[in-house]
């Protein structure tokens, strides 16, 4: 079992988001470490009140200070750029990292950035069409050493060249996020390296289920793909700190209780034992949040009592 960061780009400076990947990099056994592609502040009532950098601009930065870790960006909304300009982005920061570069993309949801910044934003089904396009699209630049030429419904590339070629080979991992059992898993299974989703260790085991019989349909290989769990981790000894994380994540469907007890929050024991039932599942690297300003004592925290467990 890895384990990865999202380390998110609101409510913080860019000093400080620096100095915490160079701690997970040289003091952590963190395997990966994720911005996000968001403008502003996702879900906040104000979000004119925070801050947020951008993503693919502190992922570039972010390579050029680290040394070890694998980096990305968790996950990049298919609405903001054109994919072929994206792959551009891609490989330039595949070669600033030296091969470390994970390529995560996804559908994108956030309407509201999208009116802010005058993005377009389409209708669920034509987002996923577009992703599926634009994966297949990225795929075809990362894997070719000749001019490219691509003709979609949404995108279209005459002739493009596409140097350099990305550091790793045949090209950065494809991440594609997203549970949607009838497209998004889909288009993993076709043009997919790595599956990312969300949910408790049950959940996401169903997840991976559909997944592999997306695969059989694509005539792939399953064991292909790596499958990664976003989800929250948090380990402490405050009780009253956890039923406080508990009632905030609750829902009609999935009571206090009963989050404490599906989800990797609590003492360091009961966060290992949902780890292996992640394990259990068929995920392979957990990827957990964060929001700074970091201490680093609480991470430092989880690096020697769960992940030393599963190195």
Not at 174 to 183: D, L, N, P, S
Not at 224 to 231: Q, S
Not at 294 to 299: A, V
């Amino acid at each position: 079992m890895r384990f990865g960061i999202q380390v998110a780009n609101h409510r913080v400076s860019w000093r400080e988001m620096e100095e915490f990947v160079r701690f997970l990099d040289r003091e952590t056994q963190f395997y990966s470490a994720w911005t996000y592609d968001h403008f502003v502040e996702p879900g906040a009532t104000d979000p004119s009140a925070a801050s947020c950098l951008e993503g693919w601009s502190a992922l570039a930065a972010l390579a050029a200070i680290t040394e070890r870790i694998r980096l990305g960006c968790l996950v990049t909304g298919v609405t903001y750029r054109e994919p072929g300009v994206l792959a551009k982005m891609a490989a330039t920061v595949d070669h600033i990292s030296d091969g470390r570069l994970e390529f995560g993309i996804g559908a994108a949801w956030h309407e509201p950035e999208h009116r802010m910044f005058g993005i377009p934003f389409p209708p669920v089904r034509e987002r996923q069409d577009r992703l599926e396009e634009a994966v297949q699209l990225i795929r075809l630049l990362f894997d070719s050493d000749e001019p490219v030429s691509f003709t979609g419904k949404y995108y279209r590339l005459e002739g493009a060249e596409f140097h350099p070629t990305c550091v790793q080979r045949p090209h950065p991992p494809i991440m594609v996020g997203g549970g949607g059992e009838r497209r998004t898993l889909r288009t993993v299974a076709r043009y997919g390296d790595v599956m990312n989703v969300s949910g408790t260790p049950d959940q996401v085991g169903d997840k991976i289920a559909v997944l592999e019989g997306h695969c059989r349909d694509a005539g792939r290989d399953p064991a292909e793909i790596r499958k990664t769990a976003f989800t929250p981790v948090i380990v402490s000894d405050n009780e009253a700190l956890i039923d406080r994380v508990a009632n905030m994540a609750s829902t009609p469907d999935l009571p206090a209780d009963e989050v404490k007890r599906q989800y990797a929050i609590g003492n360091a024991a009961h966060v290992r034992e949902v780890v292996q039932r992640y394990a259990d599942a068929g995920v392979t690297e957990i990827i957990m949040q964060s929001q700074g300003p970091w201490r680093q004592d609480i991470y430092r925290r989880v690096n020697d009592e769960v992940i030393a467990a599963f190195a």
